[in-house]
């Protein structure tokens, strides 16, 4: 593959950052990368692995003469770092982000960015249930989505470039408009993620009721939910923060599901639980066949104890 | 391994039947296994593939003579099957069932059985979202729990020879009363159980809003949802309809905490929203060091489209 961009820097070095530096690296996508992370402990990690050809020792220095800057941060610390790296930001840059939010970010980012300068929101659909620079592989966007979300009038250029960039890094790249993002987000990831917290925060007060069997007896449907709460806590504090009104919005729709479903039980109706419960299944149909899961049963997962 | 049980009778053909009878073979822990199943498309399946050394015309067939009956219907028909079979049953055998719902089942079955026969119930923790004859495999319950609720004053012979037979299927045994089974199995899989297929029926109403969206970037935490809500319809209602109690009430839990963090989205409360998604984060580790579910990201699952 050839070089896209001369000089890239990565600011916020977490799982996302560190996969991208990954990928870059997979196919000579970028001829320098520069890191830098406000955390102590990520720069030591990011040194002593290499992560990156070089650590800058503020979001500007990394900023200073990049021709790509990637803000990898949390969604709530997007518009301070626009503001720090501002004033060093070279002429013709393109300056893009991975935050799970959009339209807040656009609304705190571009307001500091020189009009020399073009800002390319990014969304790419992948993660883990790891954070930090380690938990990064260079495989994490092969097959997943990355959207772009470029105000109108874009230059079609930059756009081309930072569209080559993904496809190179393995994802496919759809266009989005950041409101319609953050509804689509909303149903996809911010509710069930916000779900699966809730349940989990109620397995672990009932613990006290049951002993430790909520993790001995996990297997059971429970454990799904676990993987997706042990997500980063500031990332997702950030994205209910920042996502607000259609994370509500969905959340209430959801609970008026919920109470349909659980007054079905209440009353005994077997027939709405079972023709619910068929409709859902064929939801899981479309995902398999679009492509986007595993058909193997419960995830291929292994289900062996360790050291078996 | 040493034969258990002389003739196994085995009425109900679904995912855990057929793991059951793969299991069973592939430790040589059966002299015969004759199958029944009420579905005749299920019986079809088990007679082309040989599922069982003989299948039966009926459930009360499929009892005659064996030393163990294991019911492995859903839990809604436990009590028709075992009235069904009551009166062919041998002198000495024991009966079981696989049903993921305790009181229920005793409830429902216990009153149908002669003096001279041992009911022991029995729930194996494990499964996949798939269903039928065709789903099973030999390795399901290796390294996973299967539950014993065995009444007082049981029989220890029997009860003996039954935990044998599952923990040479690959399990580990541990006894329970069932209620306390239907309260944990209420926090760990019925109340998930029932959320995924809230969640996921939400999505498909806002499938209309936001075309194939949903399903087209659905890895970022809905398809798991999907997984489990792809579970079998009347398996499931029938466990809801019969563990009624628990699961109202751990979904009035549910309901009132998720009402606490929709209030703290709303009120723009960051901290509270950060704390508890700490908290939930531990109790993943403290699953994967049980060895209850694997620590590789993402269950480890392959994300690439299907022919790549």
């Given amino acids: 593959m050839t070089q896209i961009y001369d000089r890239v820097a990565v600011i916020g070095l977490g799982l996302i950052a560190s996969s991208m530096i990954h990928a870059m690296r997979r196919a000579g996508l970028a001829g320098t990368i520069t890191g830098y992370d406000a955390s102590p402990a ?18 500007a220095e990394a900023a200073e003469g990049a021709d790509l800057v990637a803000l990898c941060v ?27 939010v959009k339209r807040a970010v656009v609304d705190a980012v571009a307001p ?25 592989f260079a495989e994490l966007f092969d097959g997943r ?25 393995g994802a496919t790249v759809e266009e989005m408009d950041p409101d319609h993002h953050d509804l689509v987000c909303a149903v996809i990831s911010h509710a069930p993620h916000l779900i699966a917290y ?14 430790s069997e909520v993790i001995k007896f996990s297997a059971a449907g429970f454990r799904d939910f676990t993987r997706i709460a042990a997500s980063d806590p500031t990332m997702w504090r950030d994205v209910f923060l920042n996502n607000k009104d259609a994370t509500l919005e969905i959340l209430g729709r959801f609970t008026e ?11 005994g109706d077997g027939d709405m639980l079972h023709d619910y419960f068929t409709r859902t299944r064929a939801i899981r149909k479309g995902i398999i066949e679009a492509g986007q899961d595993t058909a193997a049963p419960d995830f291929g997962r292994s289900t062996r104890r360790p050291g078996e």
Avoid: N, Y
């Avoid at 500091?112 to 990064?136: K, N, Q, Y």
């Avoid at 772009?148 to 960039?165: I, M, S, T, V």
């Avoid at 599901?257 to 009353?267: H, V």
């Fill in 74 to 100: 949390p969604v709530g610390a997007m518009g301070q770092v626009a503001e720090e790296i501002a004033g060093h930001l070279k002429a013709g840059a393109t300056v893009t982000d991975v935050g799970s």
């Fill in 42 to 59: 990520h720069m030591q990690m990011a040194a002593e692995d290499g992560l990156c050809d070089q650590l800058a020792g503020s979001a």
């Fill in 145 to 169: 989505w990355c959207l772009l979300l470029p105000p109108e009038g874009c230059d079609p250029g930059a756009l081309g470039k930072l569209r080559a960039l993904w496809t190179a890094m």
């Fill in 198 to 211: 809730t349940m989990v925060g109620v397995a672990d007060d009932l613990r006290r009721v049951t002993d």
């Fill in 257 to 267: 599901e919920l109470f349909a479903l659980q007054r079905a039980i209440r009353t």
């Fill in 112 to 136: 500091h960015l020189p009009p020399d300068v073009t800002f390319i929101p990014g969304h790419p659909m992948a993660g883990t249930e790891f954070s930090g620079p380690r938990a990064g």
